[in-house]
């Protein structure tokens, strides 16, 4: 089988360029197209084997749509989408496989299935916590990574997300209620992504923390599921299932 031609969507952005230069080092891989705002994506979509998105979370469901319509794999790293635009991926991966992962690197994914143990383990007295922090130029609040660390906290609680999450406290907000789910977004500096996961007991408090200090991480995670994912049945899949982590 020959190299693995890939489409870059959002190539001159910080992790399209991160993208560039891991997919350069790898033999196994293609870059077909580099694309970024203007450039004509469904011109291009017939010279390749699968496309990975990180723009903005405006710009990804017409290229899922443009993907469907070519019957290509597609991975998506962007983050910040509206329920609406989840719902419609979710859709269009009736019809090709996509990897929709709001963090890539291995670390992360190891970080989301030590999140929902220790979660299983400590049991409902601990309070739950996250907290991350990225570089002074995100856009999205809070990172797509923290939302998931949430939403694993409250699948393991019975809790949901949009009901039981708490976003920063400010003024006379009462005592911390047993269900809530505290999530604080700190926007600084270069951060590439710090997220931590507390759990808050009285006389003891565990911390489960990943910090990532360069984008490959994250570039290199995202052309291994581009591999993983070409060929396969359509569906929608994330990285804990490229990675087999599962159960
Ligand atoms: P960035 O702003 O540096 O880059 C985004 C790029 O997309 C820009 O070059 C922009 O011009 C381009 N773009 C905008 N509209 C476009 C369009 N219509 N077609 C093609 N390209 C278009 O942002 P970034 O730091 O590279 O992050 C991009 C996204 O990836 C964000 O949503 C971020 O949260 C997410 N992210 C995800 C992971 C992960 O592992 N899933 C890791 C890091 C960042």
Request: glycine letters at 10%; a negative charge.
């Amino acid at each position: 089988m020959g190299a693995l031609k890939l489409i870059i969507n959002g190539a001159k952005g910080r992790m399209g360029q991160a993208l560039i230069h891991c997919a350069e080092a790898d033999p196994d891989l293609i870059v077909s197209a580099a694309l970024d705002h203007g450039d004509d994506l469904a011109a291009a979509l017939s010279g390749c084997d699968a496309v990975i998105d990180f723009t903005h979370a405006e710009v990804t469901l017409g290229v899922a749509e443009a993907c469907a319509k070519a019957g290509k794999a597609l991975v998506i790293g962007t983050t910040g989408h509206s329920d609406a635009v989840r719902t419609r991926i979710t859709e269009l991966s009736k019809v090709i496989p996509i990897v929709f992962a709001p963090n890539f690197s291995v670390g992360v994914n190891t970080l989301f299935w030590l999140t929902r143990k220790a979660a299983e383990i400590l049991g409902p007295d601990f309070d739950l916590e996250v907290v991350e922090m990225h570089h002074r130029l995100k856009k999205d609040s809070p990172s797509g990574t923290a939302r998931r660390l949430v939403e694993i906290l409250a699948e393991v609680r019975g809790l949901s997300y949009d009901s039981d999450v708490r976003h920063g406290r400010e003024g006379m907000v009462g005592e911390r209620t047993p269900t809530e789910i505290g999530l604080h977004a700190v926007r600084g500096g270069d951060v590439v992504g710090d997220h931590t996961v507390i759990y808050a007991n009285v006389g003891e408090r565990v911390e489960l923390t990943h910090k990532a200090s360069s984008r490959d991480t994250f570039a290199k995670g995202a052309l291994r599921a581009a591999k993983w994912a070409h060929g396969r049945d359509p569906g929608l899949y994330d990285m804990q299932d490229v990675l087999g982590l599962t159960d």
